[in-house]
C-alpha cells in the first residue's frame, strides 16, 4: 500500500530552527510537495521537490533523498504565523497525491 | 486574480437532506478534484475531472456525486448527508502539462450535519 508518515505534532520556539521530516512509500514517485494549513483554512503550497537535493525559498527550505524516500521540510527564525500544519504529499505514478496526515506546528513565545 | 472560489463558506444541513457544494475557478486549469478532510487528517480525495474525463475513488461512497458542466464549475452532491459527512470540502485544480502539478486549493465549505 501507499503510505506517508509524518510527525503528528511538534513544538519549537519563536525565532527558532525547526525540522519536519516525511517519509514515504508509494507507486511511483512524480514529486514531493510540502503544503501549510492554518486551522480551518485549506492548504497553501510551500515547495516542490522532483530531485535529490534542498530547494530554498527564503525562510523555508525542503530537502528530498528519493533512495530513502525521505523528505524534510525546515523553517528558519520561526514567528508566530508559522503556527500551522505541515502537509507532505506525494504524487505517484498516475499523477495522484498521496496525502500524510499533516504535523501541526506549535510555536511558543 | 485568478482563483479558486468555493460557495458557501459553511454549510449547515439535516441529516438526510440533499446539500450541493460549488466550486468555480478563473485558473483554466483542465483538472478538477473534489476533497474530504475531517479534523487532524489527510485530505482524502473523492473523486477529479481531467477535463470531462469523472475519475471516483473506489471508496468514494455511492451518497457522493459530482457534476462538471463546464471547465469553470465543478459540484459536490451528497445526496442524503449523515452525521459522519460533516467535514471541511476542499476543492482544488491543476494543469496536466508542463511537469509541474501544483494543486491551488479554494478556501474549502464547511459542512455541518444536524
Known amino acids: 500500500g501507499q503510505n506517508i508518515d509524518q510527525p503528528t505534532e511538534m513544538t519549537a520556539t519563536e525565532g527558532a530552527i525547526v525540522q519536519i521530516n516525511c517519509t514515504y512509500q508509494?507507486?511511483?514517485?512524480?514529486?514531493l510537495f510540502w503544503y501549510q494549513q492554518h486551522a480551518g483554512e485549506a492548504p497553501t503550497f510551500l515547495s516542490y521537490?522532483?530531485l535529490d537535493g534542498l530547494e530554498e525559498k527564503g525562510r523555508f527550505s525542503s530537502f528530498l533523498s528519493r533512495s530513502k524516500g525521505y523528505s524534510y521540510l525546515l523553517l528558519k527564525e520561526l514567528q508566530m504565523k508559522d503556527s500551522a500544519s505541515y502537509l507532505c504529499?506525494?504524487?505517484?505514478?498516475?499523477?495522484?497525491?498521496?496525502w500524510g496526515a499533516g504535523t501541526k506546528l506549535i510555536i511558543k513565545p | 486574480d485568478a482563483m479558486v472560489i468555493q460557495n458557501p463558506r459553511y454549510q449547515v444541513t439535516q441529516f438526510g437532506k440533499p446539500v450541493t457544494l460549488s466550486c468555480s475557478q478563473t485558473?483554466?486549469?483542465?483538472?478538477m478534484y473534489w476533497y474530504q478532510q475531517k479534523s487532524s487528517q489527510a485530505p482524502k480525495l473523492l473523486f477529479h475531472?481531467?477535463?470531462?474525463?469523472?475519475?471516483n475513488e473506489a471508496d468514494t461512497p455511492d451518497n457522493f456525486q459530482s457534476r462538471r458542466p463546464n471547465t469553470s464549475f465543478c459540484f459536490l452532491d451528497i445526496r442524503s448527508p449523515g452525521l459522519g459527512d460533516a467535514a471541511m470540502y476542499l476543492c482544488?485544480?491543476?494543469?496536466?502539462?508542463?511537469?509541474?502539478?501544483?494543486?491551488?486549493f479554494g478556501p474549502g465549505t464547511r459542512l455541518t450535519v444536524t
Open positions: 475531472y481531467y477535463d470531462k474525463d469523472f475519475n
Open positions: 508509494t507507486s511511483g514517485f512524480n514529486g
Open positions: 521537490n522532483v
Open positions: 485558473l483554466n486549469h483542465n483538472v
Open positions: 482544488a485544480t491543476s494543469v496536466t502539462s508542463g511537469g509541474f502539478y501544483e494543486q491551488y
Open positions: 504529499a506525494v504524487m505517484d505514478s498516475n499523477y495522484q497525491l498521496i
